[in-house]
């Protein structure tokens, strides 16, 4: 009997025609960074051979289109779709993402190991290789509340499991640099696997500190000096683009002919509705390319760079023995993808998938939003001795924060909203275990004249986090997203004027990529009825309460001091 590698070796041969040829192709080739016209041979879905090749059971003339590999997030938080893992196939399969590196510390800091494992396994049941990051920071600190913490020993069980390439992004920057014993232990047991970082603003002295235990990306960098310093310090520098994180105008002049095989093309957090109408990790490869990178040179950044740093063998290139993950490009310069194929068969055409996955949920996953009863005047915020208070600044297009000392406006001695200043009030309520912490401060950027917005997805222990101008309509939010079970919720006048139940851990929907998209549509038209001046305004919410990164945050157990990882009092 015929092994697979031993066809394989013999179609490469020429001495057994192929299962499919791609005649006359412009190869995208990643090895060597040129264009090269051949034809490529697949056989047990892999690449048999580049050159000749004229025999196989199916012919494709691509009739000088190009022919690329296909593309690889290199860092993803799958729940950040919004979508269960079939839609999310169906979303960027289209798009030309075959293969991904996800990080599924959302689901894990709700689900545990439980909830990672199950991801998992649904998975194997797409057209899609999904690889997984073992959570390095569940929670991400002690200065929130989250449904499960995991410990050295959970990574290591983790790290066992296919499909399970590395550990995680360590979010827990000043455990690093002080050498926090517990944060050493669990970089420990990931020896010898790829180590994600999160070191957002760290430089200098405390950027050495961060790398002594080899730490090999960032994804977190927004500025060209800091950007620089990582990559002169050996990080591979992950550029992201995302649906609130908007990091590669500033980036991309970093990439040069010495260091290009150092950066990836990362989208990180990237919802339905972006993936839907913009695009996936093509969407970063064209603004790249819009921007003045060469389409090759950037095609190699969301490929074979990525399959290199991960050690993905057999992804990532156009080659022998490679898997035949492919994409027929009509034009180069703006990523028109015409056929998307994985393993040698045809999975999407002219943005359409051609496959309809349906995973059942997992009921343990089904009830985790468990928020303790309270009332509206619970969510009174009581003024201090000090005239001042301290606001979150949203910052366009990034998702670090500034902080701005302002006089609130009061009521009945409480600090209350201000949407005239555009200062809105910003709760966030522990959902796990029903303790009835409520966070509460103040927020600007948002815009909203009137009403409330909201969502369960809170990174990173997905709390549920509300910015509003009353408290009533606070109030409505919060009751919605409990009542769906997790999700997004716009009210106004103690009205829901939209909402999406999200009730796989309060993170993914039930429903076909479609229904999801039309839903987070209308709460973005519903929060604009509202006066909201930002884009992707639930996206910027869910990072307001992430207290890794800078410069204030807001958890359920108060305002953080990112940089100095301490709760403040006020």
Same mark, same amino acid.
């Given at each position: 009997?015929?092994?697979?590698?031993?066809?394989?070796? *013999?179609?490469?041969?020429?001495?057994?025609?192929?299962?499919?040829?791609?005649?006359?192709?412009?190869?995208? !080739?990643?090895?060597?960074?040129?264009?090269?016209?051949?034809?490529?041979?697949?056989?047990?879905?892999?690449?048999? &051979?580049? &050159?000749?090749?004229?025999?196989?059971?199916?012919?494709?003339?691509?009739?000088?289109?190009?022919?690329?590999?296909?593309?690889?997030?290199?860092?993803?938080?799958?729940?950040?779709?919004?979508?269960?893992?079939?839609?999310?196939?169906?979303?960027?399969?289209?798009?030309?993402? /075959?293969?991904?590196?996800?990080?599924?510390?959302?689901?894990?800091?709700?689900?545990?190991?439980?909830?990672?494992?199950?991801?998992?396994?649904?998975?194997?049941?797409?057209?899609?290789?999904?690889?997984?990051?073992?959570?390095?920071?569940?929670?991400?600190?002690?200065?929130?509340?989250?449904?499960?913490?995991?410990?050295?020993?959970?990574?290591?069980?983790?790290?066992?499991?296919?499909?399970?390439?590395?550990?995680?992004?360590?979010?827990?920057?000043?455990?690093?640099?002080?050498?926090?014993?517990?944060?050493?232990?669990?970089?420990?047991?990931?020896?010898?696997?790829?180590?994600?970082?999160?070191?957002?603003?760290?430089?200098?002295?405390?950027?050495?500190?961060?790398?002594?235990?080899?730490?090999?990306?960032?994804?977190?960098?927004?500025?060209?000096?800091?950007?620089?310093?990582?990559?002169?310090?050996?990080?591979?520098?992950?550029?992201?683009?995302?649906?609130?994180?908007?990091?590669?105008?500033?980036?991309?002049?970093?990439?040069?002919?010495?260091?290009?095989?150092?950066?990836?093309?990362? $989208?990180?957090?990237?919802?339905?509705?972006?993936?839907?109408?913009?695009?996936?990790?093509?969407?970063?490869?064209?603004?790249?390319?819009?921007?003045?990178?060469?389409?090759?040179?950037?095609?190699?950044?969301?490929?074979? !760079?990525?399959?290199?740093?991960?050690?993905?063998?057999?992804? &990532?290139?156009?080659?022998?023995?490679?898997?035949?993950?492919?994409?027929?490009?009509?034009?180069?310069?703006?990523?028109?993808?015409?056929?998307?194929?994985?393993?040698?068969?045809?999975?999407?055409?002219?943005?359409?998938?051609?496959?309809?996955?349906?995973?059942?949920?997992?009921?343990?996953?089904?009830?985790?939003?468990?928020?303790?009863?309270?009332?509206?005047?619970?969510?009174?915020?009581?003024?201090?001795?000090?005239?001042?208070?301290?606001?979150?600044?949203?910052?366009?297009?990034?998702?670090?924060?500034?902080?701005?000392?302002?006089?609130?406006?009061?009521? !009945?001695?409480?600090?209350?909203?201000?949407?005239?200043?555009?200062?809105?009030? /910003?709760? $966030?309520?522990?959902?796990?275990?029903?303790?009835?912490?409520?966070?509460?401060?103040?927020?600007?950027?948002?815009?909203?004249?009137?009403?409330?917005?909201?969502?369960?997805?809170?990174?990173?222990?997905?709390?549920?986090?509300?910015?509003?101008?009353?408290?009533?309509?606070?109030?409505?939010?919060?009751?919605?997203? *409990?009542? !769906?079970?997790?999700?997004?919720?716009?009210?106004?006048?103690?009205?829901?004027?939209?909402?999406?139940?999200?009730?796989?851990?309060?993170?993914?929907?039930?429903?076909?990529?479609?229904?999801?998209?039309?839903?987070?549509?209308?709460?973005?038209?519903?929060? *604009?009825?509202?006066?909201?001046?930002?884009?992707?305004?639930?996206?910027?919410?869910?990072?307001?309460?992430?207290?890794?990164?800078?410069?204030?945050?807001?958890?359920?157990?108060?305002?953080?001091?990112?940089?100095? *990882?301490?709760?403040?009092?006020?």
């Amino acid at each position: 009997m015929t092994t697979f590698m031993e066809r394989l070796i *013999a179609v490469a041969r020429g001495d057994a025609p192929a299962d499919l040829v791609f005649a006359n192709a412009r190869i995208v !080739n990643t090895f060597t960074g040129e264009i090269e016209e051949a034809s490529v041979a697949v056989a047990e879905g892999r690449v048999a &051979g580049v &050159g000749d090749y004229t025999e196989g059971r199916q012919r494709v003339d691509l009739k000088g289109r190009y022919l690329a590999p296909g593309l690889i997030d290199g860092h993803v938080h799958l729940e950040s779709s919004l979508l269960h893992v079939d839609q999310y196939a169906r979303a960027v399969v289209p798009h030309g993402t /075959l293969a991904a590196v996800t990080d599924l510390h959302e689901v894990t800091n709700v689900c545990g190991l439980p909830g990672m494992r199950y991801i998992l396994e649904c998975s194997r049941r797409v057209p899609l290789d999904l690889f997984f990051m073992a959570p390095s920071c569940v929670p991400a600190t002690s200065m929130e509340t989250s449904g499960a913490k995991l410990g050295p020993a959970d990574i290591r069980k983790a790290l066992r499991w296919k499909g399970v390439i590395g550990l995680g992004e360590m979010m827990n920057f000043p455990g690093v640099i002080n050498a926090d014993p517990e944060t050493l232990a669990k970089i420990a047991v990931a020896e010898n696997h790829v180590k994600d970082g999160h070191a957002p603003q760290v430089i200098g002295r405390a950027l050495n500190a961060y790398l002594a235990p080899l730490i090999g990306s960032d994804h977190e960098t927004t500025q060209h000096e800091e950007g620089l310093q990582k990559l002169r310090r050996g990080m591979r520098l992950m550029v992201r683009e995302g649906s609130a994180e908007k990091n590669l105008e500033e980036l991309l002049p970093l990439v040069t002919d010495g260091n290009y095989h150092r950066c990836l093309l990362v $989208v990180d957090d990237r919802n339905a509705k972006d993936i839907y109408h913009d695009g996936d990790v093509d969407a970063v490869v064209r603004k790249a390319i819009r921007l003045g990178l060469d389409p090759v040179r950037a095609v190699q950044m969301a490929s074979l !760079n990525v399959a290199e740093y991960f050690r993905l063998s057999g992804l &990532g290139a156009i080659g022998p023995g490679y898997y035949a993950n492919l994409l027929v490009v009509d034009d180069l310069e703006r990523l028109q993808i015409r056929e998307v194929y994985y393993r040698g068969r045809l999975v999407a055409r002219d943005g359409q998938p051609l496959f309809q996955p349906r995973l059942r949920p997992n009921p343990a996953m089904m009830r985790t939003v468990n928020v303790r009863p309270f009332a509206v005047a619970d969510l009174a915020l009581r003024a201090g001795a000090s005239e001042t208070f301290p606001v979150i600044q949203v910052i366009p297009g990034q998702i670090v924060t500034g902080w701005k000392e302002e006089r609130p406006a009061r009521r !009945n001695g409480a600090i209350v909203a201000d949407p005239g200043r555009d200062l809105l009030k /910003l709760v $966030v309520v522990e959902r796990h275990h029903a303790t009835g912490n409520i966070g509460i401060g103040l927020v600007r950027g948002f815009g909203l004249k009137r009403g409330a917005i909201g969502t369960s997805i809170a990174h990173d222990s997905h709390n549920v986090v509300v910015a509003g101008a009353s408290d009533q309509d606070i109030y409505a939010v919060v009751q919605e997203i *409990a009542r !769906n079970q997790g999700g997004l919720a716009c009210a106004a006048d103690g009205r829901v004027l939209a909402s999406l139940a999200l009730p796989i851990a309060g993170l993914l929907s039930t429903e076909p990529l479609e229904s999801v998209v039309r839903a987070i549509e209308r709460l973005e038209e519903a929060a *604009a009825s509202l006066g909201c001046t930002a884009p992707s305004p639930y996206s910027i919410l869910s990072f307001l309460a992430l207290p890794v990164i800078p410069e204030l945050k807001l958890t359920d157990m108060g305002l953080v001091d990112v940089m100095k *990882a301490r709760l403040l009092k006020v």
